[in-house]
Each structure stands twice: as structure tokens, then as C-alpha cells.
């Protein structure tokens, strides 16, 4: 809510028309003075509120487990549709009654033809869908990946975001790349290596056996003794790190099923830099209003939402087991998944929804959700996509370090060791050594020739 009153008054109060704010016609580094200060602000806003809307998503899709797809898929849009329906109306009311503006056209302004959808008029819906498209299947991606991966590892995981960017960037939106810019993604991807090689490796093997043994020997002795073993025993396997339930357990999980979703995390944020990049063309080439962008795009999830649910009828693999929903249990996964969300657990196979209040998670991500987003896609119209997927490793470093804080991170908070201080060490390197240069966007008008700016304005 904050974010979308800034954008609000930022654009339509303080600094005149939207245009004006950041000239998207010119080179970053020629704003006054004035605009770059708020496009940094915003940014920096943009960075704490994708962090703390990244820890709430992980903690509510622990919650949830087999159930997160449906969540995401059928609950999710539907109330970020009527969230943003209401931050709409807000916006509306405040620029007639604050501000007196009244070209809005009333009402109108909703219509998916409105004449406010950009300064050059209506434009077409299609664009909407497909701003949609990949953003809904990126969510669903990644609700089924990201539960067996530890918080701290989603942050050099997620950063590969910066590579599929930068392919995109290259292939699609023409953007010249520099030296500098290579050497950053080659960082990024050498932080992704780095926070699972020491994982890989594992305990030796005696290390292990010797926990085993002792384990059997314990199984008749004191219970607080044979509990401590038996957690060691568990944690003491070679391969990606152990799986945690939202209760804080160890949950097993055979390295196969691990391998895979860790790939699927990665292969899931291509829809994500997909989007962007779209975005960056689209926002640029006709100077989209952001607010009714995001409510049609919202409008769009809705319904590609419904239409990926059957993707929830593979059998997918879940912490401590496997999905097994159907057509024929359709209404009871949603009566299912409603329960869970409510905080109770809808049978004795699922445990993990009353660990945590789903609901009250998920309201702090929502409300977390439409700054991100409305935030996120002013900035990708002001400064470019390949500069957000970049600002996006400050997120994930930011997610790293909270990740220790049980207040945040519930009971997944866990220390920091020391390959995944290094992962986040090169990621910030990574980050540093992007700014030594600025692309060059070739592409003609449609995307106006916006340049990032130079090393000393970033």
C-alpha cells in the first residue's frame, strides 16, 4: 500500500505527468536531480518489501505442503485480484478528492479499453494476458519446489534469475552487454555452485555409520539420548540439505526427488525473467499506467489460473510422500486446502498446517505482494529488466541473513554456514561488478533506447 501511494503521488502530485518522472526517452543518468533521488527510494523500498513478501510466500508454502499448488493456483489470484481491485479504487478516490484530478474518466478508468491505459490510448488485452501467463506459471513452478529447499538457499538459487535475464536481454530485447555485465553473471552462477558443492560432498561415511549404530544401540536406552542421535543420524547424509517441515523436523527425501526440484527451482525462473522483459517492452513502448496494467493482469492470473490447475493432478512429489489428486477430488482438495489454510489440519497424513496461522501468513504476503509488484513493475518501466533481476540479488541476500531470525523465518530459521555466506558474499560481488558498466538498449523505438545509468549514478 505505501508503494502504490508512491507511485501514486510521484506520478501524478509531486513531479507531473509520468513521463516526466524519469524520461524514458533518455538515458537514465540525464533525470534531474530530484527524480533519480526517488527512483532510488523507491528502489531501495522495492528491495525490503520483495525480501519480507519472499520470507512470507516460503513460510505459508511450508504451511501448506501438498496443498501450496492449489493455494497458488485458485486462492492466490482470486484474492490479488480483490486486493488490487480495492488499491484501485483508493487511487481513484485520492486523485479526485486530494488531488483534483478528474480525467480519469470516473469509472471508465476499469474498462479493459480505457483510454487511461497508456498516453497513446487503449491497447490490447493480449498484452495483459501474457503478462499473466508467466507470472501464474512461475507461481505454480515454483509452490512445488521451493518447500524442499532451505531458505538461505533460495537466494543463490534464485539469482539465476540474472542469467536467464541476460539471455533474454541479449536475444529478445537487443540489449548490448559489456565485460562487466558477463563477469556478474558468471559470479551469480559460481554463488549457485558454491552454496551446494560443500552439501554434495557430505560427512564421511564412518561419520554416518557410526551415528547409525549408535542410534540402534540407544533404541532401549534414555528417549532424550536416543532422540538427539536419531536427529544426527537423519542429518547425516551425503547429498543437498536435509528437508525441513514446518514444525522444524527433518522430513526424508531421496536424493532423486531433491535433485529435481532444486532443477525445477531454477528452470522455474525463466517465466519470471520472461515477464520482465515483456514488461520492459511493453510499459516503455507505450507508457502503460502501471496501476490499470496490474489490475488486468490480475483479471488474466484468474482465469490462467483455473486453467493450470490440472498441472495439480501430477503426481508430484511432496515433503514425506507424493500428491495424489484427481478430478474426482477436486472438491475435497479445495475444501482440503481451505482447511489448511485455516490453520487446521485436514487429516492425520498432514501435520504441518497447524504449525503456523496460514491465513495470517498469507495476508502479510498479499498485502507485501502488491507493493512488490506494483513497485517492482514501475521500476522495470523506469530503469530496465536486466537492472530489477540484478537489484533482485540484494533481495535474496536480504532473504539470506533473515532467514536466521525465527521472528521472520518461523521455525525454518536456521545459521548460516559458511559455503552459503560465501554464495551470498559472490552474489553482492556479483551486484558490484554489474554496476563497473551499463548496457545499451539497440532496439529502436519500441522500447525508446533507454540506457542505464553509469556506475556512479547506480
Request: aromatic residues 10%; charged residues 10%.
Amino acid at each position: 500500500p505505501l508503494g502504490v501511494f508512491w507511485v501514486t503521488h510521484l506520478t501524478h502530485a509531486g513531479l507531473a505527468p509520468m513521463a516526466d518522472v524519469v524520461k524514458v526517452a533518455e538515458p537514465f543518468r540525464r533525470t534531474p536531480a530530484a527524480s533519480q533521488r526517488c527512483v532510488r527510494a523507491l528502489f531501495a523500498a522495492w528491495i525490503v518489501i520483495t525480501s519480507l513478501n519472499n520470507i512470507f510466500l516460503y513460510r505459508v508454502q511450508k504451511v501448506m505442503s501438498s496443498h501450496a499448488g492449489t493455494l497458488m493456483t485458485v486462492y492466490w489470484p482470486l484474492m490479488t485480484l480483490l486486493l488490487c481491485f480495492l488499491a484501485c479504487l483508493a487511487r481513484l478516490a485520492w486523485r479526485r478528492w486530494a488531488c483534483g484530478i478528474t480525467t480519469d474518466g470516473g469509472l471508465r478508468w476499469f474498462s479493459p479499453q480505457s483510454p487511461a491505459a497508456s498516453l497513446q490510448g487503449p491497447v490490447p488485452q493480449r498484452w495483459m494476458m501474457f503478462f499473466a501467463f508467466w507470472d501464474q506459471l512461475q507461481a505454480v513452478s515454483l509452490a512445488r519446489a521451493a518447500p524442499f529447499i532451505p531458505l538461505v538457499l533460495l537466494a543463490p538459487l534464485g539469482n539465476t534469475l540474472v542469467i536467464w535475464t541476460a539471455l533474454l536481454t541479449l536475444c529478445y530485447l537487443r540489449t548490448r552487454l559489456n565485460a562487466p555485465q558477463y563477469v556478474a553473471v558468471l559470479l551469480v552462477f559460481l554463488s549457485c555452485v558454491v552454496g551446494v558443492v560443500v552439501e554434495l560432498q557430505g560427512p564421511p561415511d564412518s561419520l554416518c555409520e557410526g551415528l547409525d549404530i549408535a542410534s540402534e544401540a540407544l533404541d532401549a536406552g534414555m528417549s532424550s539420548a536416543r532422540d538427539a542421535v536419531a536427529l544426527a543420524s537423519a542429518s547425516c547424509a551425503s547429498g543437498l540439505p536435509p528437508v525441513r517441515d514446518a514444525h522444524g523436523r527433518v522430513v526424508h527425501v531421496p536424493f532423486v526427488v531433491l535433485a529435481v526440484m532444486y532443477a525445477l527451482y531454477v528452470v522455474a525462473r525463466l517465466p519470471a525473467a520472461v515477464t520482465i522483459c515483456y514488461k520492459q517492452k511493453k510499459l516503455k513502448q507505450m507508457d502503460l499506467d502501471v496501476m490499470w496494467s496490474f489490475l488486468w493482469a490480475s483479471v488474466w492470473q484468474v482465469l490462467w489460473g483455473l486453467f493450470l490447475l490440472p498441472l495439480e493432478w501430477a503426481p508430484w512429489p511432496v515433503p514425506g510422500g507424493s500428491s495424489s489428486k484427481s478430478p474426482s477430488t477436486l472438491a475435497t482438495d479445495l475444501g482440503e486446502a481451505w482447511t489448511c489454510f485455516m490453520g487446521l489440519d485436514p487429516g492425520a497424513e498432514l501435520s504441518s498446517c497447524s504449525a503456523e496461522p496460514a491465513w495470517a501468513l498469507f495476508l502479510m504476503y498479499l498485502l507485501l505482494n502488491l507493493g512488490h509488484n506494483v513497485l517492482g513493475m514501475w521500476l522495470i518501466k523506469q530503469l530496465s529488466a536486466l537492472w530489477i533481476s540484478v537489484g533482485s540479488i540484494i533481495c535474496g541476500n536480504l532473504v539470506g541473513v533473515l532467514s536466521v531470525v525465527p521472528l521472520l523465518s518461523g521455525k525454518s530459521a536456521a545459521p548460516l554456514k559458511l559455503e552459503q555466506v560465501l554464495a551470498l558474499t559472490l552474489s553482492s560481488i556479483a551486484m558490484l561488478v554489474y554496476n563497473l558498466g551499463h548496457g545499451r538498449d539497440t532496439q529502436s523505438p519500441e522500447t525508446k533506447g533507454l540506457e542505464e545509468a553509469p556506475p556512479s549514478e547506480a
